[in-house]
C-alpha cells in the first residue's frame, strides 16, 4: 500500500477512537465539564497532561530546532520540563486544595479583588488563544502533505474534530481521549527514533545511541556520532554543534523564561484541579514529567541523527555534494510543499548543504521529523504513524487551551463576574458556546494565519511568566500579601513583558539584535525580567499598603496542608 | 485547625519549605549549573560518548527532575503521615 492510503487509513482509526471515548465520557455536569468531577487517577491524568502539554510544536518542530541549533536548543529541553518542578514542589497541591476550577478563580478569591480575577481571565485568554492558532495551523500542515489536501481543509477537518469532543465531552471527554492521544504520539515519536538510532549506531535506544559510535556501513563509522557532527559544522561553516552561538546569559533567562512560563500557563495548572486528591496532585506531576520526557530524552537523538542523516544525503559520503538528478524522493516531495529548497548557485548540478556561501539548500526545520521517516528509509507504515503523531499532538493541545478559553469565558467572566445568578446548566451551554466561537476563531487564524503566528509563542511564556507565576507563589508562600501589591505586580510585569516583546518583534525588528538587548537578554527570555519586576513590585506595594485581611491569611494557612481536601466546587 | 497546636503548624510548615528547598537546589545545580553555567567546563569530561556538559542540558536535566519530583512525592506523603495531616 502507498504512503497516502495507510496514512488515510490509521490518521482515520485514530479518530474514530478519539470521537468513540468522547461520546462515552460525554460530561453531564460543570464539574464534569471543568475538572472531570476530580475523578481522574494520577497516572491517567499525568498522561493527559503530557498530551495537552506537547504540542504541535513540541512534537513536529522542536527536535528541528535542535538540530539546526546544537546545544541552544537545551533551552527548549530544560525549559520545558523544568517547569514541572515547580509546578509540583510550589503549585500543584496548594492550587488542588484550593479546590476551584481555574486560575483567575484562585487569583481573584486569593487577592479578593474583581480586578486581580479579570486581570486572570483576560491574561488567561490571551495565553490561550496566541497558543491554539499556531496548533490549528500545525493539523493544516499535517494534513496537507500525508493526504494531499490544501492547508484549509486540514484546517476544516481538524476543527471538526476538536469540536466534537470537546464540546460534547468537557474536562472528562478530553481528559480521556488525551491519554489516547498521549499514546498515539510517543509511539509515534519513539519508532522512527528507534529504527533511525539502530541503523546509524547499533543501539536500540536512541537515548544512548546518539552519545555512541556510528555503525559500520554508515558513513563516518567508528567515530563518535557527536564528534562527527562537531567535525561536519567545522567542515561546512556550520556554529559547533554541542556548543552553541547564544550567550550564557541569554540561554540562562531564555531557560528560565519558559520553565517558569510553564508553571504558570493556565492549561496545564488546571490539570491538577481533576485529581481526587493533594497527594494525587503531586504524584500527577511527576507521571506527566515521566511520559514528558519519553518524548524529550528522545528528542535531541532524533536531533542528531537526522542532522547527521541530512549533512550525508545532501553532501553525500565525499561531501562534495550529490548531483540533483541521483537525489531520494523525500528531497523532491517535501520541494513540493516549498519547505525544501535548493539553489544550483554554482551550475555543477550538484546539491550542497553548508552554513557558509558554498551553501545551496534552504531547509525548513519543521520537516526534520516529519521527513525523518522517509529519510531513513523507514516502512511506508512508520510515515502514516508520524502523521498520526503530529495530528495527535496538535489536537490535544487545541483542546485543552479551548476548555480553558471556554472555562475562562463562561465561569470567570459570566458566572463569577458579570451574571453571577445563572444556573448550572446555562452556564455548562455558555461554556459549550464559548468553545465552539473559540473554534471558529482559530479556525479562522488557522486558514488566514497571521505572520507572526511563530512569534508569539515567545508572548505566551513570557505572559505567563511575568502574570501568573509571581502571583501565585506569593498566594502561596507568602500570606500577608495584598490585592493591591498583586495587582500591581501583574500589570508592571505584563506590560513591560509586553512592551519589550513588541518592540522588537513588530515595531522595529531591525534592532532585534544582541547589542540592543537590555542585559542581553532576548525576547523570548525577556519573561524571566518581567517575573522579576513583578515579584519586586508586588513586595514593595505591599509594603506600602499594609498585609491581606485575616480571613484571606487563615485560608492560605488552610490551603497549606492536604487535610480535608474535597472535590473541587465552583463556591 | 487541623492541627494539635500553633507550634505542630509551624514545624510541619517549616519541614515543608526546608524540603522543597534542597529540592529546588538540586533542581537548579543540574539545569542552570551544570547544564549552562558550568558547560563549557565540564564538556572536558565524556560521559557515554558524550560531552558531559552538553549531556546534562540535553538529558541529564530531564531525568534529574523526574527522580526530585517522586523524592518530593515520597518525603511529602511521609511528612503528611508525621503531622497528621494526610487525607483520609
Avoid at chain 1, 488546571?270 to 520526557?293: M, Y
Wanted: charged residues 15%; neutral net charge; proline residues 3%.
Amino acid at each position: 500500500m502507498d504512503i497516502q492510503t495507510l496514512t488515510f487509513i490509521i490518521v482515520g482509526a485514530t479518530f474514530a477512537l478519539y470521537i468513540a471515548i468522547a461520546i462515552w465520557s460525554r460530561a453531564g455536569s460543570t464539574s464534569d465539564f471543568y475538572v472531570a468531577s476530580g475523578g481522574v487517577h494520577p497516572v491517567m491524568n499525568g498522561m493527559a497532561t503530557a498530551a495537552d502539554w506537547m504540542s504541535a510544536a513540541s512534537f513536529i518542530s522542536m527536535a528541528g530546532i535542535i538540530a539546526f541549533a546544537g546545544y541552544d536548543g537545551s533551552v527548549y529541553l530544560m525549559g520545558w520540563t523544568g517547569g514541572y518542578v515547580l509546578l509540583a514542589l510550589c503549585l500543584a497541591p496548594y492550587l488542588r486544595k484550593f479546590g476551584k476550577f481555574t486560575v483567575p478563580d484562585f487569583i481573584g478569591d486569593r487577592y479578593y479583588s474583581q480586578t486581580a480575577r479579570t486581570i486572570a481571565v483576560i491574561c488567561a485568554i490571551l495565553i490561550s488563544f496566541t497558543y491554539i492558532a499556531g496548533q490549528m495551523r500545525g493539523v493544516g500542515v499535517v494534513f496537507s502533505r500525508f493526504l494531499e489536501v490544501e492547508i484549509a481543509t486540514g484546517v476544516y477537518i481538524g476543527a471538526v474534530i476538536v469540536f466534537f469532543y470537546t464540546v460534547l465531552g468537557g474536562m472528562k471527554g478530553i481528559t480521556y481521549t488525551q491519554v489516547a492521544q498521549y499514546c498515539v504520539l510517543a509511539f509515534a515519536y519513539l519508532v522512527p527514533a528507534i529504527f533511525i538510532s539502530f541503523q546509524m549506531t547499533g543501539h536500540i535506544l536512541p537515548q544512548t545511541g546518539f552519545g555512541a559510535t556510528i555503525a559500520d556501513g554508515v558513513s563516518g563509522e567508528g567515530q563518535y556520532l557527536l564528534a562527527r557532527l562537531d567535525g561536519l559544522s567545522e567542515e561546512l561553516g556550520l556554529a559547533a554543534y554541542t556548543s552553541g552561538l547564544k550567550s550564557k546569559i541569554d540561554v540562562f533567562a531564555i531557560t528560565c523564561a519558559l520553565m517558569v512560563g510553564t508553571a504558570g500557563l493556565p492549561h496545564v495548572i488546571v490539570r491538577f484541579f481533576t485529581v481526587p486528591k493533594v497527594r494525587d496532585a503531586r504524584r500527577s506531576a511527576g507521571w506527566a514529567l515521566v511520559f514528558i520526557s519519553v518524548v524529550y530524552l528522545t528528542a535531541p537523538s532524533i536531533a542528531g541523527f537526522a542532522k547527521v542523516n541530512l549533512i550525508n544525503t545532501v553532501n553525500g559520503p565525499d561531501m562534495a555534494g550529490v548531483e540533483y538528478d541521483a537525489a531520494p524522493d523525500w528531497v523532491k516531495n517535501w520541494e513540493q510543499t516549498g519547505l525544501i529548497k535548493w539553489e544550483d548557485k554554482n551550475n555543477d548540478g550538484k546539491m550542497f548543504y553548508a552554513g557558509d556561501e558554498r551553501n545551496e539548500m534552504t531547509v525548513d526545520r519543521d520537516i526534520m521529523v516529519l521527513a525523518n521517516p522517509e529519510i531513513a528509509n523507514l516502512p511506508a507504515w512508520v510515515v502514516a504513524l508520524v502523521a498520526a503523531g503530529g495530528v495527535a499532538a496538535a489536537l490535544s493541545t487545541s483542546a485543552g487551551l479551548l476548555l480553558v478559553i471556554s472555562t475562562s469565558v463562561s465561569h470567570d467572566l459570566l458566572k463569577r463576574t458579570l451574571t453571577p445568578n445563572i444556573t448550572d446548566k446555562q452556564e455548562l451551554l455558555w461554556a459549550r458556546v464559548a468553545a465552539a466561537v473559540a473554534i471558529a476563531l482559530s479556525t479562522w487564524f488557522g486558514i488566514n494565519p497571521p505572520g507572526f503566528v511563530a512569534q508569539v509563542v515567545a508572548f505566551a511564556f513570557g505572559l505567563a511568566a511575568a502574570s501568573f507565576f509571581p502571583a501565585i507563589i506569593l498566594g502561596i508562600f507568602y500570606k500577608r500579601m495584598n490585592s493591591t501589591g498583586a495587582i500591581a505586580g501583574m500589570l508592571v510585569g505584563v506590560v513591560f513583558t509586553l512592551a519589550y516583546i513588541i518592540y522588537f518583534k513588530f515595531v522595529n525588528p531591525a534592532a532585534n539584535t544582541a547589542d540592543n538587548w537590555l542585559f542581553g537578554i532576548s525576547p523570548e527570555g525577556i519573561g524571566t525580567i518581567g517575573m522579576i519586576l513583578n515579584f519586586i513590585v508586588s513586595y514593595v506595594v505591599h509594603k506600602l499598603t499594609g498585609d491581606a485581611p485575616q480571613d484571606t491569611q487563615d485560608l492560605v494557612e488552610s490551603i497549606r496542608y492536604p487535610k480535608g481536601s474535597g472535590a473541587a466546587s465552583s463556591h | 485547625m487541623a492541627f494539635k497546636s500553633e507550634e505542630l503548624a509551624k514545624a510541619y510548615w517549616r519541614d515543608n519549605i526546608s524540603l522543597v528547598l534542597k529540592l529546588l537546589a538540586v533542581w537548579f545545580i543540574v539545569s542552570y549549573g551544570f547544564g549552562i553555567i558550568l558547560v563549557d567546563w565540564l564538556n572536558q569530561f565524556t560521559f557515554f560518548g558524550f560531552k558531559l556538559g552538553f549531556w546534562f542540558a540535553q538529558q541529564g536535566s530531564i531525568i534529574s527532575f523526574v527522580i526530585l519530583i517522586f523524592i518530593y512525592v515520597k518525603r511529602m506523603a511521609a511528612l503528611d503521615n508525621k503531622y497528621e495531616v494526610h487525607e483520609d
